[in-house]
């Protein structure tokens, strides 16, 4: 039966400006934001990746190759590009690298699934392929990881690998070494917690990339106090958070009122005289070094110097805190019972010049957790991607100290994972089979585009690894100095696993999602009062 | 508007600011109003079924959500048609009733509008049309009961109930790990569940999620889950036999409400003041010491000095704690919510087996969970995932499947999903029609044609020649006299539920058949819409 259909004016569904797409155009219209975003970081993948200028609204400029950077800065109003940088973003959250990988991944899923789509394949159909090959791909890549756990020289010498794969597609390529030596070192310190915040970067321009070093103490970027001890062995410090001008008065409701001048003065007399009682509580604690979160005055700090203790003022809050880790203090905010107190120990307190700027060297510390990594480097934008860079070093290596399973990098990995998607494509009757084929040829994009920003030739290279994966060659992968196919094993090109099956899966998740939607509803932005 | 003149020529003003108003009468604003409801459903009939596809909203400020659950995508559309709006309410009820069938509530009105529509074209009555919906309607429950099941269960074994929590799962993106997140589920409801009363407050289940993970990372606490991080970073991480002094008042010298000064006018005073202060703070971490507590979870902040004293009374201590997971602490722990320092006592604290903070991912993130609580009937569902719209999706698609076992503890009859009961009834009510004199046979016949849309959408979602299937799933219900028999949504090459494992809840089907009905007689009783001008073009 023929529905009548209503001849009057079409009734108003929806809030003014809100737009709404269906079907194909709201597939469309998902797909081509993603697809875009996903050219838009790929030039930057793989050790010969290229960096972008990110220039911010207020001018700043950040040069960077570090797709989750990219990522963040863009700002972006397509919903299912939204869904690539917030995957990207949980993959620096959690692992720390791999971000321009997983959006790259993801990409090239919705690449295939958009050929697919266009002969006509249900998406259900597409995801429910994508999600067999997702699983077969994880199980290769589990069989194939290696772990060293049992073994620390190996598991160290993995480390030391790891980070030098990952360094090698940064700004820091040139010196990879070195920085992998310094992220091994830094991480093996932390002994397995995932804190990083115990290691502290500290940036100053100068001198060159390679003369960046570890140092194992704690740099405090503050300067000492006039006339007070330069150097002292055997510290004890008291790390303390706490106002040093006046205490304000938490009494509700409490003002002072005064009726003459020398009323005032003698409020003046009595705020100054608690103050000093606080120093003197502070230094019965029988410290010969102060540090607070907060301003020293003049009147404290001179106080402090006449009793020959160094003082210093306004450490921010991470670096108060780092101070208590490795120096095995607490933070203190009460000085009333010194005996309960434990005070911060180290053999020396000196203070020290990077480059042209004095700061204080805390060495030879109690506890050993924390370690300072001073960067060097010729201008700040050099500098602030070298600490991206690390720090994304730094996060894989946490990782891979407690999760200590390695599989090859240089795409082999990916070829291997391709293969046995391929392998699964061929077992299946039916179209899911089609969408597992489109998986294998999205996971085998990711090596081709590495192989294509380093100019090679990305077709042959790439068939040469499949057939030599196929021959069962598992350690086949891209030579990156030389454009040939090469033995990773041999070169040492090591990545995490968790990094890895972590891409895979997240990226998986978001084309699945994207994938699955034939509507987008979009609400008018909401109106900002001029 | 049309205006109304008087033999001199005067217009007639009946309503305020008459010629700025439109207004759409008798037949046309039943279809106006049939025509906007058709819209949302039109959108949400994708969405039905394992097979359905999502919907992606962006909302005002920016945010993605990607979701196939009815209700939320409603709730999300910033609908501003009055009559839409009342599909949006009906998505709604249903959520808040079930919990689950959001989406099928909705495609059900709009197939009912939809024959409505073909009726009043044919010169029947609203009226009439409502009455025949109703008497379809009843006979449509009855031959639910009829073809329902009861399920047993009991907590060893569960396999039907993880079957019915799957069913609702596996048309969430989670699908894949529906299995496990089914189990979840049913342990959380089994350890809140009331079997006495056959109720279960699903209050003491909390379901937390957090960015980072896999979904597989997924977790049932044993206990609560805050997010938060312990306020001083060198408070012990782990707390064993906890014994928790929830406070809500802050760590500060007290503060009433009348408004009052403190003159300080002399030096005595400034000491005495400085002196009581201190006086304060000591006396309250030293009252929280005496209880004998060794955890404090304040609702309110607390300054350095206080922080530092409960530090150093080896207290772990976590602030700005939320009112609403303040009693679930609460009530967890069987501790009391202590209003005032001079209040706590021993018998007021709350005790847990475990406390600890646990970090999470590469970032600063912290939780607490509070574990082995001394209520044993509080849990939290801590889940994980890839990214914010998977995580948020995951977290109302285990709603979802609390909702449908929860349903299942009150009730413990089924039916067969798949469209097999839709089918049942359409068949049933189409037989009823004949047997009715007047005009409401055709009302009724229509009813029948618009349960079919059920089936219908999921066959079409799924890729199959619906009108093909339904035809012939009609028939093998009537040539076998097997209900259960529905759409093969996911290829496995068998009509019958029962093998699929596709169960859904009697009390839900009954609820989406009722409630639709309903809605759709209230939208047919509207003859007249006045509104704004630019409201109705």
Redesign the interface.
């Known amino acids: 039966m023929q529905v009548p259909r209503y001849q009057g004016p079409a009734p108003h569904v929806l809030k003014r400006d809100t737009s709404e797409e269906k079907g194909e155009e709201a597939r469309m219209s998902s797909f081509i934001g993603a697809l875009a975003l996903c050219d838009l970081v790929k030039t930057t993948l793989g050790p010969k990746g290229m960096d972008k200028i990110l220039q911010s609204a207020s001018g700043d400029i950040i040069v960077t190759n570090d797709g989750a950077t990219i990522l963040k800065s863009v700002n972006i109003d397509n919903a299912a590009a939204k869904i690539l940088v917030d995957i990207s973003k949980t993959q620096d959250d959690e692992i720390g690298d791999g971000t321009t990988s997983v959006c790259c991944l993801a990409g090239e899923l919705l690449r295939e699934a958009e050929k697919l789509l266009d002969a006509k394949i249900h998406p259900q159909i597409v995801v429910s392929g994508y999600r067999l090959a997702a699983n077969a791909a994880l199980k290769a890549l589990e069989d194939a990881a290696m772990d060293h756990k049992a073994n620390f020289e190996q598991l160290k010498e993995d480390l030391f690998y790891i980070a030098k794969t990952t360094l090698s597609s940064k700004l820091l390529a040139q010196s990879r070494d070195h920085f992998a030596k310094i992220a091994v070192d830094a991480v093996l310190r932390l002994k397995g917690s995932t804190n990083l915040d115990h290691i502290q970067f500290i940036k100053k321009t100068g001198g060159n990339l390679s003369d960046s070093y570890l140092d194992e103490g704690f740099i405090l970027e503050k300067s000492l106090g006039v006339g007070q001890p330069k150097r002292i062995e055997n510290a004890k410090i008291l790390i303390a958070n706490t106002p040093m001008d006046t205490d304000k008065i938490k009494i509700y409701g409490a003002r002072v009122r005064v009726d003459s001048y020398n009323k005032v003065a003698e409020i003046e007399e009595a705020e100054q005289k608690k103050m000093m009682e606080k120093c003197q509580k502070i230094i019965n604690h029988g410290i010969n070094c102060f540090v607070n979160r907060q301003l020293i005055y003049n009147r404290p700090e001179q106080f402090f110097t006449d009793h020959g203790v160094m003082a210093i003022e306004h450490a921010d809050f991470d670096g108060v805190e780092r101070l208590a880790l490795v120096t095995g203090g607490e933070v203190v905010s009460t000085f009333d019972h010194p005996e309960l107190v434990k005070l911060g120990h180290c053999g020396l307190i000196e203070e020290a010049m990077i480059g042209e700027d004095r700061v204080i060297r805390f060495s030879n510390c109690a506890a050993k957790e924390a370690c300072t990594i001073v960067l060097r480097g010729a201008n700040k934008q050099i500098l602030d991607e070298a600490e991206r860079s690390l720090h994304d070093a730094l996060c894989v290596l946490s990782q891979t100290v407690n999760h200590s399973k390695v599989v090859y990098g240089g795409g082999s990995a990916e070829m291997l994972m391709a293969k046995a998607v391929d392998d699964l494509a061929k077992t299946i009757p039916g179209k899911q089979s089609l969408a597992v084929e489109g998986f294998a040829r999205a996971l085998r994009a990711i090596p081709a585009i590495v192989a294509d920003n380093a100019g090679f030739d990305a077709t042959e290279l790439i068939s040469e690894m499949r057939a030599a994966h196929q021959k069962g060659d598992k350690e086949a992968g891209i030579d990156i100095q030389n454009g040939t196919v090469g033995n990773m094993a041999k070169l040492h090109v090591l990545e995490s696993f968790k990094l890895k099956s972590y891409m895979v899966s997240s990226a998986t998740e978001a084309a699945e999602m994207i994938i699955r939607v034939d509507d987008i509803i979009k609400a008018a932005p909401r109106r900002r009062e001029e | 508007m049309s205006l109304i003149f008087d033999e001199y020529g005067r217009p007639y003003i009946i309503l305020q600011e008459q010629e700025k108003k439109t207004r759409?009468k008798g037949l046309?604003a039943i279809?106006?109003?049939?025509?906007?409801a058709r819209?949302?459903s039109r959108?949400l009939t994708?969405s039905l079924g394992p097979?359905g596809?999502?919907?992606?909203?962006?909302?005002?400020?920016?945010d993605?959500t990607?979701t196939?659950d009815g209700a939320t995508i409603l709730k999300?559309?910033?609908?501003?048609?009055k009559?839409?709006k009342l599909m949006v309410e009906l998505a709604q009820s249903q959520d808040d009733e079930i919990g689950d069938g959001t989406t099928g509530v909705v495609v059900l009105a709009g197939a009912l509008l939809?024959q409505a529509?073909?009726l009043l074209?044919r010169g029947i009555h609203p009226t009439k049309i409502s009455e025949g919906f109703d008497k379809a309607c009843e006979v449509c429950l009855e031959r639910l009961e009829q073809i329902s099941q009861k399920i047993e269960f009991n907590e060893n074994s569960y396999e039907d109930l993880v079957k019915a929590a799957m069913t609702t799962l596996s048309s969430k993106?989670v699908n894949?790990y529906s299995r496990q997140l089914a189990e979840i589920c049913i342990k959380a409801i089994f350890s809140v569940a009331d079997f006495e009363r056959k109720d279960v407050n699903l209050d003491l289940i909390k379901v937390e999620a957090k960015?980072?993970?896999?979904l597989e990372d997924s977790v049932l606490v044993n206990g609560i889950v805050l997010d938060k991080d312990v306020s001083?970073?060198?408070m012990p991480k782990v707390v064993e036999n906890a014994k928790i002094c929830i406070l809500t008042c802050p760590f500060?010298?007290?503060?009433?409400k009348t408004?009052?000064?403190?003159?300080?006018?002399?030096?005595e005073k400034?000491?005495d003041?400085?002196k009581?202060?201190?006086e304060?703070?000591r006396d309250m971490v030293q009252r929280v010491k005496d209880s004998g507590a060794n955890v404090v979870l304040c609702q309110w902040g607390f300054?350095?000095?206080a922080?530092?004293?409960l530090?150093?009374n080896g207290l772990l201590a976590v602030r700005w704690v939320g009112g609403v997971e303040i009693e679930l602490v609460a009530m967890a722990t069987h501790g009391r919510i202590i209003p005032r320092f001079s209040e706590i006592s021993e018998k007021k604290l709350g005790k847990a087996g475990k406390v600890r903070e646990v970090?999470l991912?590469?970032?600063?993130?912290h939780v607490i969970f509070i574990e082995d609580c001394a209520n044993s009937k509080a849990v939290t569902i801590f889940l994980r995932?890839?990214?914010?719209?998977?995580v948020d999706e995951a977290k109302r698609s285990v709603h979802d499947a609390l909702c449908q076992v929860r349903n299942l503890i009150r009730d413990q009859r089924i039916v067969y999903g798949g469209g097999s009961s839709e089918i049942a009834c359409s068949l049933a009510v189409s037989e009823f029609a004949d047997k009715v004199s007047g005009v409401e046979q055709y009302a009724i016949r229509c009813f029948a044609d618009a349960l079919d849309a059920i089936p219908t959408a999921l066959a079409d979602?799924?890729?199959l020649s619906s009108l093909d299937t339904l035809g012939a799933l009609k028939a093998a219900q009537l040539k076998e006299k097997n209900p259960r028999l529905g759409v093969d949504c996911l290829g496995l090459g068998s009509w019958d539920m029962k093998e699929q494992n596709v169960y859904e809840t009697l009390l839900s089907k009954k609820q989406q058949i009722q409630l639709a009905t309903q809605l759709v007689k209230m939208i047919l009783k509207i003859d007249d819409v006045i509104g704004p001008t630019?409201?109705?073009?």
């Open positions: 759409v046309d279809r106006s109003n049939i025509a906007a819209t949302l959108t994708t097979k596809m999502d919907k992606m909203l962006q909302s005002q400020d920016g993605v990607v196939n999300e559309m910033d609908v501003e048609n009559v839409a939809e529509l073909i074209d993106v894949r960015v980072g993970g896999t001083h970073p060198q500060e010298p007290p503060k009433p408004k009052h000064k403190l003159d300080i006018d002399s030096v400034y000491r003041l400085q009581a202060e201190q304060y703070f300054d350095d000095e922080n530092h004293l530090y150093q970090s991912g590469t970032t600063h993130d995932g890839g990214s914010k719209m998977a979602n799924s890729g630019d409201a109705l073009t």
